[in-house]
């Protein structure tokens, strides 16, 4: 069994230099953990790992997220919670997250990661989807989920997950922060319009981590809609991190490395390395405002544009019988971002672009923007 010292040295985020890090994505302050935390160990099968074991200790450490959630929910601890994640390769298929603590955090990090610092010299663990008759099947690697109706966070609420320095491949999606599930989120209309459907799942942060071959180009053929999905889920944190080759081969538009929708706001996505997506990049729908995009890097991006703009107002419901009506996002900013070229192509990327056009316009009746804001705010953009 392979012992392990833990080294997280707890400081608040310091102004710290910028360090070499892996795929050409630069390493800097991390947000800091709390003095006190509850803690659960992960290792590979090949270091010991097993469901078996307790995961409250270095020489138990467990081998699945799914595990992982039970140690914790059986716990119930009243503070934050670190997951320490040996190097090694886990092969998982997906984890349905419902647990979180009001007023903390769970941290889900690669072992050796010093808080404020960078990568740990051993590197990131990896996460390879399974497979089945030699193909992975469609899944997400991690799904943030309200829980059910008698628990304190089905109305949602900050949930605070942190994941930090993780390597995840070969699989249909990476993470998924959903406030909408097991919510009604439609209201009586004809036809009927989106309704927020929860406080969300709220006040989580993605860092330093990396996405790899993301989408049915490598997995059972399912569609995959984005690396990270944001569905009523608001004030994220996506910073420093790498989306390389996130492609669907069959419906190539449908995939983004980050979609964010319906009523998912004040998220701030800044530093990250976007590489070959058969789609637009980033993705922004439907009443999901205050978004910051801000000096990250696009290159071989696909739609017509590195960042969309898009809502399906009543024109649009008519086209398309069964989708519900939308609203414009407003106060988006796009900026200071370095974009390249177009998917499978030399040509020079867009960067932006919208649907229905219009940087007022709101989407038609029980739909608005405040006068002071427009849909999407650009500057600085190479």
């Known amino acids: 069994m392979l012992r392990r010292t833990r080294s997280i040295v707890l400081t608040s985020i310091a102004a710290a230099g910028l360090v070499a890090a892996a795929a050409g994505v630069v390493t800097q302050a991390a947000p800091a953990l709390a003095a006190t935390t509850f803690n659960v160990y992960m290792a590979p099968s090949a270091s010991g790992g097993s469901d078996a074991h307790t995961g409250l200790s270095t020489s138990s450490p467990v081998l699945t997220m799914s595990r992982v959630q039970a140690v914790i929910r059986a716990a119930a601890p009243a503070t934050d919670v670190v997951v320490d994640i040996l190097q090694g390769s886990y092969t998982v298929g997906e984890t349905d997250w419902t647990y979180y603590i009001p007023g ?19 590197g990131d663990p990896i996460f390879t989807n399974t497979t089945s008759g ?3 099947p469609a899944a997400w690697w991690f799904k943030a989920l309200t829980p059910g109706a008698s628990d304190p966070f089905h109305n949602g609420g900050t949930t605070g997950l942190r994941f930090y320095y993780l390597r995840v491949r070969d699989y249909t999606g990476g993470i998924s922060f959903d406030g909408q599930t097991g919510h009604t989120y439609l209201d009586s209309q004809s036809p009927p319009m989106y309704i927020k459907p929860s406080a969300g799942v709220n006040g989580n942060t993605v860092f330093g981590m990396s996405f790899e071959q993301i989408g049915n180009a ?6 995959g809609y984005a ?7 608001s004030s994220n944190t996506i910073d420093n991190n790498t989306f390389d080759h996130v492609v669907n081969t069959t419906n190539p538009g449908a ?18 390395k976007f590489v070959t997506v058969s789609s637009h990049s980033v993705k922004v729908r439907d ?18 544009a590195a960042y969309r703009d898009e809502f399906c107002d009543l024109a649009c419901v008519q086209a398309n019988p069964g989708t519900p009506r939308q609203c414009a996002s407003y106060d988006n900013r796009f900026e200071n971002n370095s974009i390249g070229t177009a998917y499978g192509s030399s040509a020079s990327q867009a960067t932006w672009s919208m649907s229905p056009s219009g940087l007022t316009y709101a989407g038609g009746s029980g739909c608005s923007i405040p006068s002071q804001y427009q849909r999407l705010i650009t500057s600085g953009n190479t």
């Not at 490598?218 to 569609?223: I, V």
């Open 104 to 122: 903390h955090t769970i941290s889900f990090m690669a072992h050796g990661y010093v808080s404020g610092g960078g990568r740990p010299a051993a």
């Open 134 to 136: 030699g193909v992975h």
């Open 218 to 223: 490598y997995t059972d053929g399912t569609w």
């Open 227 to 233: 690396t990270i999905l944001f569905t009523d889920s």
């Open 255 to 272: 995939i983004h490395d980050l979609y964010i929708t319906h009523f998912s706001s004040s998220n701030t996505v800044t530093r990250n």
């Open 287 to 304: 009443r999901s405002n205050f978004t910051v995009v801000e000096s990250n890097t696009f290159n071989d991006t696909g739609g017509n």
